[in-house]
């Protein structure tokens, strides 16, 4: 059950990885508001540090990580090439801009990807995909910045840098806390182990979880409230350390069954 | 002790080994034989590998090697490359962040990275993993991971590490990193002018570092890829049966899409976080 990726699906991903990972340790080209000065303040406030509509990614920059990522695509036949033929055509013609794709993703806003999608008529995950990798390869080299690992004082359903949802969470080796990764900038953080981090909800009755095998480090925790899940991985019960955007690829026969049983 | 470097200037190699030899006469590490160009596989028979390089990787009994690689180049004529392949030392060593069991894994002042064989043992071996150059090598019948080691006991005795000692045409050099960084920079000087695409790899944030008159892979140095661990994993999830879809019919980027609609998938998960100005709205906080 575990070992189902297809060949093709992680060599590509693997691809991707390792473009975001020297990309984002290049650090070039890469302005955001308000500045570290500023991110402890905002934090107090229950802010993420980032604003994201202010993100200014470098021009150049982008084009050239938006080129490897393509060709990447292209290389693992990830995408049809009648639709990546569209995507330049409007990115030629102005109606796609690569800095407005990482801004409105950073932001959350789904409004924007349903309407371009429609106007356009380019499938919605092409443009997210491509929104999503560009966005976190400038993000997560901002959060490096972020003194403190697993900064333990946010305790917040959102990412402590870019304002973002988790994708999943990990009880971390040491003493088995909850830890939460971002789903776009990989930012680490700290959360109560009895609480729905997408609704707050911190009643245990709707709070289970279920394993596909009982010896699985991997769970999926539910909340019966809002119907959300998170994956979990229990890092006591594996060897070395968890990267949880690896995890969350590696696991996605997960995201198939708690979505089967109801939950999204 | 100020911090050291070695810089191997490639333009002066002569392909002679020596580097390699002396270290393993220094370590007391022994021959290896003749192996398939397989990394870590030792399989007892003399069989040509096509290459002078020998044995065909790294391992726990070779921490430096010199690399062959020769090509046909485009002017018809064999181009051939070499330069000996070891440890960076890195700056901030990921093999060090990788490594469970605290003190195994020492930066030492000259700038150096040493593994302490004493400690180390009988774990995961994520100092493999981490390594963005996959260096450290690990022997499974001790279970215990090596490299190269700065030679640091010759270096803290002020003397210069045993390949350096060796080489006959002076193309490993070792002194303080200053030094060592004008050195490097004023040679690649002199050589961009007959050889364009001459470079320092893997940069100035290491303890050893190169000038190549060509692309690194050319001599099949890897460039550092962050990413080794994760595709480990990545690879390790990969079905041992056939995928669901058919051949040629499969599109990474929309499998996700299969399993219930990345787009909308994400489009949930993102929508539940902000309210529609992009405001976080989050249970009262």
Redesign the interface.
């Known amino acids: 059950m ?9 060599d ?3 691809g991707i ?2 473009i975001r ?2 990309l984002a ?1 290049g650090k070039r080209g890469l302005r955001a508001e308000p500045g570290p000065d500023q991110a402890e303040e905002r934090l107090k406030q ?3 540090w980032l604003e ?2 202010t993100l200014n990614p470098d021009g150049d920059f982008l084009e050239m990580a938006f080129q490897e990522i393509l060709a990447m ?1 292209k290389k ?5 090439e009648e639709e990546l033929q569209r995507l330049e055509e409007l990115r030629q013609g102005g109606r796609i801009e690569l800095a407005e794709l990482v801004r409105k993703i950073a ?5 924007y ?2 309407k371009t ?1 429609a106007a356009t008529g380019l ?7 491509f929104a ?1 990798n560009l966005a976190r390869i400038f993000l997560s080299a901002q959060a490096e910045g972020l003194p403190g690992k697993y900064s333990s004082a946010w305790l ?3 990412c402590p840098v870019c ?3 988790p ?1 999943m969470a990990k009880l971390e080796r040491q003493q088995g806390k909850r830890v939460l990764a971002c ?1 776009l900038c990989d930012t680490l953080w700290v959360f109560r182990r009895v609480e729905c981090p ?3 909800n911190s009643n245990p009755r709707d709070l289970r979880f279920f394993q596909v095998k009982g010896e699985s480090p991997y769970r999926v925790d539910v909340c019966e409230k ?1 119907k ?1 899940y998170i994956k979990t991985v229990d890092e006591r019960k594996i ?3 968890a ?1 949880l ?3 969350d ?4 026969y997960l ?2 069954i708690a ?1 089967k049983e109801g939950y ?1 | 002790m100020t911090e050291k470097a070695i810089f191997i200037d490639t333009s002066k190699c002569i392909g002679c080994r020596a580097c390699q030899v002396a270290c393993k006469q220094w370590w007391g590490l022994p021959a290896e034989l003749p192996a398939e160009n397989v990394a870590g596989s030792v399989q007892f028979q003399y069989k040509f590998s096509g290459s002078y390089q020998n044995p065909g990787d790294l391992s726990h009994q070779t921490w430096n090697l010199v690399r062959f690689k020769e090509e046909a180049g485009s002017d018809g004529k064999m181009k051939w490359f070499f330069t000996p392949d070891r440890c960076r030392h890195c700056k901030n060593p990921p093999c060090q962040e ?1 490594c ?1 069991v605290p003190g195994v894994i020492v930066k030492d002042e000259s700038g150096g990275v040493y593994y302490n064989v004493e400690k180390c043992g009988d ?2 071996k ?1 100092c493999a ?1 981490y390594c963005p150059f996959g260096i450290p090598k690990f022997d499974g019948d001790i279970r215990r991971a090596f490299k190269c080691r700065f030679c640091i006991d010759r270096v803290h005795e002020g003397k210069t590490p045993a390949c350096v000692k060796t080489c006959p045409p002076g193309a490993i050099q070792f002194g303080d990193k200053t030094e060592m960084m004008d050195k490097a920079q004023a040679r690649l000087a002199v050589i961009q002018t007959d050889n364009p695409e001459a470079n320092i790899y893997p940069g100035f944030d290491y303890n050893n570092f190169w000038l190549l008159l060509y692309a690194p892979e050319k001599y099949s140095l890897a460039q ?4 080794r ?3 480990a ?8 049966r056939k ?1 669901f ?1 058919v051949a040629g019919f ?8 299969m ?2 609609g ?13 309210n ?1 100005e ?1 405001k ?1 709205d ?4």
């Open positions: 575990e070992n189902n990726l297809p060949r093709e699906f992680s590509f991903q693997g990885l390792e990972s020297r340790a229950g802010l993420p994201a509509e695509v693992h036949g990830a995408a049809g932001a959350g806003n789904a409004e990807f349903k999608s499938a919605p995950e092409i443009l997210v995909f999503e917040r359903g959102y304002g973002n949802e994708r789903s997408y609704c707050g809002c959300r060897e070395g350390e990267i955007r690896t995890e690829l590696a696991t996605i995201d198939e979505r999204r | 990788g469970p774990c995961a994520q993993e550092a890829d962050f990413t661990k994760e595709k994993r990545l690879a390790a999830a990969r079905t041992s995928p879809t499969f599109k990474p980027l929309t499998y996700l899409g399993l219930g990345l787009g909308l998938a994400f489009f949930r998960r993102v929508d539940a976080g902000k529609p992009g976080i989050r249970h009262g906080k």
